[in-house]
């Protein structure tokens, strides 16, 4: 059988805002599997939140990252070819939308907050594998994190909805583009969690209650949860798998 390991490997993780964030979870299941890691933080205010979490990983590379801002991805990416001259795998663990156009209904959202939602959420992703692309001439994994609110409409989950829909499609896309370089490209799909980026979704915590009670394991998944099978993936033992929307989420999306 071939082990699940991670030594010799290394990643960038996108998306660290404190210890209760789905990027956390998995950082610390790839370090626990012998990966070397390079993390991000999104800007000065983030910094104290996330840089004691990414040394406590053993963090190769520490840096700021904000989407928004010209040349800071590239500036990462430039940091990670200097410092290994390669990537064996990346997670992509943002998203966002202005708080007026995420509480409201889709059909009233704003054109300024959804192309932004668009830009933060998932063109960043697009951004980052032509970015990883040149570091990956071996193969690599590529993550994204997505919601179940994608694919059917999930009360309150509004905007962001139709945004991990159009970041679950581009998933797809880039599976085949680059698939024959040796290239995995997945969706993880957890089922609802409390975190910093969930709490700005209106009534989450019913939606939790709800998630608890029906889910066919009958409790909520764990950013631990997320981690181990994110960490599977960037493994070589998931080198048949690719393209796909993967689902931890106790069941929860087998339901109507």
């Known amino acids: ?16 805002a404190n210890d209760s964030s789905i990027a956390y979870g998995c950082a610390r299941a790839f370090r626990s599997l012998g990966a070397d890691l390079a993390v991000t933080y999104l800007n000065a205010k983030a910094e104290p939140f996330v840089r004691p979490l990414a040394e406590g990983l ?20 430039d940091a990670v070819s ?35 939602a668009m830009d933060v959420s998932v063109h960043s992703f697009i951004r980052m594998a032509h970015l990883a692309e040149p570091l990956m001439a071996n193969g ?25 829909a159009a970041l679950e499609s581009v998933v797809r896309y880039l599976a085949v583009e680059l ?10 799909s957890p089922g609802p969690l409390k975190t910093r980026a969930a709490s700005g979704i209106d009534r989450f915590d019913q939606l939790l209650t709800r998630a608890a009670e029906r889910a066919p394991a009958r409790h909520l998944v764990t950013i631990e949860d997320v981690g181990a099978y994110a960490a599977f993936l960037a493994s070589d033992a998931a080198q048949a798998v690719t393209g796909s929307v993967e689902y931890i989420d106790g069941g929860y999306n087998i339901l109507g």
């Not at 030594?7 to 660290?16: F, N, S």
């Not at 520490?62 to 801002?69: A, G, K, S």
């Not at 694919?151 to 905007?159: A, C, Q, S």
């Open 1 to 16: 059988m071939l082990p699940i390991t991670l030594e010799g490997k290394r990643g960038l993780v996108i998306g660290i």
């Open 58 to 77: 053993d963090a190769s590379l520490i840096l700021p990252c904000d989407v928004r801002e010209p040349g800071q991805l590239e500036s990462v990416f």
């Open 82 to 116: 200097q410092r290994w001259g390669k990537l064996d795998f990346l997670l992509h663990s943002i998203a966002f939308a202005p708080r007026e156009d995420l509480h409201a209904r889709v059909v009233d959202c704003s054109r300024e907050g959804f192309l932004q």
């Open 140 to 164: 690599g994994c590529l993550q994204t994190v997505s919601f179940f609110g994608s694919e059917k409409v999930v009360e309150h989950y509004n905007l962001m909805g139709p945004v991990k």
């Open 179 to 188: 698939g024959p370089k040796g290239i995995r490209v997945h969706a993880l």
